[in-house]
């Protein structure tokens, strides 16, 4: 390989830069946009347009002059306010319905959509409990299904930012003019009719002990949540008049129940020796103290599928199989008359039924007719039409079962303790679930256990205990990893495998003092200035960290820093956004959290998106 | 550099700030476009870059760095507009570098488009970093002191980079079977 010469790579750089297209005569465009500051800081906004026309040409063999035309500028209360002039507009039409909401074309980028739209969030009219996850211009298609927003207000779609917020599983769509920044109205229950238009954001973590507190007030009830855990069938609890259903447990969440009509409490549970564990995730929703188990995750919630996708592939299970559910995106219509001459051609019936279609009914696709059940969570019985994603699910022999709308972004997730035994096949001790329901037995309340290690064998239990005496064979113990500290668990039993000593002894390491950990911080430059700051961000960080991680150094620096091939969620610009990089002990586990402050510097984090040790970020 | 006009446009005065960045307009717009290679791209970077510019313009300690603090702030946004654009890069084989019809061509030129367009393919193949490094030197005629004011980091670290994204560059140059 000979050497690139100089001559050669600045001909072709040159050539790239170059390839701009001609600008035409007298035509100039504007790209207008205005930047506001919400009610909540008291200050107005205006636009002003800076600069327009062209620039002079550029460089030797430059086609045609670059134009440009910018600016639309902040506008706060502490800049004079300049009347705006007449402006010519160039921007392409998009109209409403439009089935694919294309952020416009030559418009404001769709961070900067985020930022127009935030400012609203924040007003006195938005619930302030509300989450913006996401925000982009042009089209909204939902508008057309009402021709206005509320209150009758025409819109011009090619001049509309619109934002989605949420509050558990009540939505607002907020509107705002982006020439002007005037706040245009808001709307309830409405949904983009891409998902993939809403930015995705990692669903905040809380701790099994965290799951049976919000189960018992009530504050996430109706409220999607990930439980990663094991479902166990259990005994049927004693009830009038009998038989009762069989229960079914979570490992370390509790009793699940399949109905919300159900009066078993949730009841908080180390695993319950019970039939035909299932590890998987399961979707469950508290719901007036209890836990409704709605079935196993399939697929990603993150990437709902098209329906079509699963009726496709759909076999009708057997009587008894698992249940599962499925994220899925499509539009449902209510009370859809459907003809009776179908009956005869060999259709399912007539009347009024419900369907799932690709699109807005009307807009072509193919319809299926699923079963909604009734009240399927977030979904209006009122409205006529609801956009998706749906949750569906499948596998309990009544077809395709819509259960609830899923919103992108409000769900949580529960990571229950991992378990790893290491018990002989041939062992005659008890099983590794049972070993672990004894071995919990005496720990503290109120301990939050992150993993739990079984093994059968010798352990130094004291000298005057029964199982220094036992055989090996007789003997187990058990490492509990918990927030509280560690433990270890020394459990022996007789020939006949009846337990006959328990010892609990915690480690030399348990409860630690949290160490120090190494954390290096980046400083913003010429003059940046920015309300988050380090030691915030990593407080912020360190709370979505699953408990237990093993973390070797903290990395925090501004901006969204991505490392390439990883989708990381999309943030409002640089200053007041940052990263920190976890980095763990276990090679190949390292984290990258994502993180925003508000005016006040206060931190928030989203969940940590995994990535590869030491890999690569695109940082600002 | 006119360190009274950045002064006003640091109090505000939007005039000021126009005059400040008009003649830079087309640079910048130059540069972007050879380190994205996307015309819309570009000039999204550019014009968020000049936004970000006037909002954080009063935070600007000293007025001489401007050069150097706008381009780099362009070239932040470079880099983030890229990372956007990575997932749905496709290979685009222009048709308007193939020889055809009415062109005056020869084995020279041909060879010759070849491997120019051999070696942007080579470009598009480095990290954005290395890119830009390229593009500020070779394009913008900017020297190892001016690059590393740019970027913030010292002369020798930019200098090692510079020669780093050469070598990267000839590497991916080789696979695409050039040179």
């Known amino acids: 390989m000979s050497v690139l010469d100089d001559d050669t790579l600045r001909a072709m750089l040159a050539d790239r830069a170059d390839r701009l297209s001609p600008n035409t005569a007298g035509e100039v465009m504007v790209h207008v946009r205005a930047e506001v500051r919400g009610p909540r800081q008291g200050a107005v906004f205006s636009v002003l347009p800076v600069l327009t026309g062209r620039s002079p040409a550029i460089g030797a063999g430059w086609a045609a002059a670059a134009m440009i035309a910018v600016l639309v500028m902040v506008m706060v209360a502490t800049r004079p306010p300049v009347a705006a002039p007449s402006l010519a507009v160039t921007t392409p039409s998009v109209a409403i319905g439009s089935a694919a909401a294309t952020p416009l074309p030559s418009g404001i980028p769709k961070r900067t959509a ?174 007036k103290g209890t836990l409704i188990l709605v079935g196993r995750m399939e697929g990603s919630l993150a990437s709902p599928v098209a329906w079509t996708t699963i009726t496709s592939g759909y076999v009708p299970p057997d009587p008894g199989a698992e249940i599962a559910v499925q994220a899925v995106s499509g539009w449902l219509t209510r009370n859809v008359a459907l003809p009776c001459a179908s009956v005869a051609s060999g259709g399912s019936g007539c009347g009024l039924v419900d369907q799932l279609t690709d699109g807005p009914l009307g807009s072509g696709g193919l319809a299926t007719t699923p079963r909604v059940d009734a009240p399927a969570l977030g979904v209006d019985a009122t409205a006529t039409g609801v956009a998706g994603p749906f949750l569906v699910r499948t596998g309990t022999g009544a077809g395709l079962e819509i259960v609830g709308r899923y919103d992108v972004g409000a769900y949580t997730t529960v990571d229950t303790p991992t378990v790893t035994c290491d018990i002989p096949a041939d062992s005659k001790l008890p099983s590794c679930d049972k070993l672990v329901v004894y071995a919990l037995q005496p720990l503290p309340d109120g301990a939050e256990m992150t993993a739990i290690e079984v093994h059968q064998g010798d352990w130094p239990c004291p000298s005057d205990s029964v199982c220094a005496s036992a055989p090996p064979e007789q003997r187990a113990w058990v490492l509990v990893r918990s927030t509280s500290g560690d433990w270890e668990v020394g459990l022996t039993f007789d020939a006949g495998g009846y337990g006959v000593d328990i010892v609990q002894i915690p480690l030399p390491s348990g409860n630690p003092a949290p160490s120090p950990m190494p954390a290096t911080c980046t400083e913003l430059g010429y003059g940046q200035s920015s309300t988050l700051t380090c030691g915030a961000a990593i407080a912020a960080a360190l709370k979505v960290v699953p408990a237990g991680t093993a973390i070797v150094s903290l990395e925090f620096g501004y901006g969204p820093g991505c490392p390439t091939g990883i989708d990381c969620p999309d943030l409002p610009p640089y200053p007041n956004t940052g990263h920190v990089i976890v980095r763990v002990a276990a090679p190949g586990r390292d984290l990258l959290v994502s993180l925003i402050a508000d005016a006040g510097g206060v931190a928030t984090a989203v969940a940590p998106v995994p990535i590869a040790s030491a890999s690569p970020l695109s940082v600002p | 550099m006119d360190p009274d006009r950045v002064e006003q446009a640091r109090s505000g005065d939007p005039s000021a700030f126009e005059a400040l960045v008009e003649p830079r307009v087309g640079p910048m717009t130059r540069t972007a476009m050879a380190i994205l290679g996307s015309e819309a791209d570009a000039r999204d970077a550019v014009q968020d870059a000049l936004i970000t510019a006037w909002r954080e313009l009063a935070a600007l300690r000293d007025p001489e760095a401007f050069d150097a603090w706008l381009t780099r702030i362009l070239v932040n946004r470079c880099k983030r507009g890229l990372r956007g654009v990575a997932s749905r890069r496709v290979r685009e084989v222009p048709v308007d570098g193939l020889v055809g019809a009415g062109e005056p061509s020869g084995p020279d030129t041909a060879a010759a488009s070849l491997e120019r367009r051999a070696l942007e393919r080579a470009f598009e193949r480095i990290s954005v970093d290395e890119r830009t490094l390229l593009v500020l030197h070779h394009l913008d005629g900017r020297s190892l002191a001016e690059i590393a004011s740019v970027l913030k980091v010292p002369e020798g670290t930019a200098k090692s980079r510079l020669f780093a994204a050469r070598k990267s560059l000839e590497k991916a140059l080789a696979r695409e079977g050039g040179r």
Not at chain 1, 180 to 185: D, F, I, V
Not at chain 1, 227 to 237: A, F, H, K
Request: with cysteine; proline share 12%.
């Open chain 1, 114 to 287: 985020v930022e127009l739209a935030g400012a609203h969030v924040q007003g006195p009219s938005i619930n302030p409990l509300s989450e913006l996850v996401g925000a982009t211009a042009g089209a909204y298609r939902d508008l057309a299904t009402s021709g206005a927003l509320d209150g009758g207000v025409p819109v011009d779609p090619t001049r509309l930012v619109w934002a989605v917020t949420f509050t558990g599983f009540e939505r607002q769509t907020i509107y705002v003019d982006f020439f002007t920044g005037a706040y245009l109205g808001m709307q309830h229950d409405l949904s983009p009719s891409d998902p993939a238009q809403s930015f995705p954001v990692a669903a905040p973590q809380i701790s099994p002990n965290d799951l049976l507190r919000v189960v018992n007030d009530g504050s996430y009830d109706g409220r999607l949540v990930l439980v990663n855990s094991t479902l166990r069938g259990i005994p049927s609890p004693v009830c009038n008049p009998a038989p009762c259903p069989p229960g079914f447990a979570l490992d370390f969440v509790g009793r699940v129940v399949t109905t919300p009509n159900s009066s078993q409490p949730v009841v908080p549970a180390a695993p319950e020796a019970g039939s035909v564990p299932l590890t998987g995730t399961f979707v469950v929703v508290p719901w």
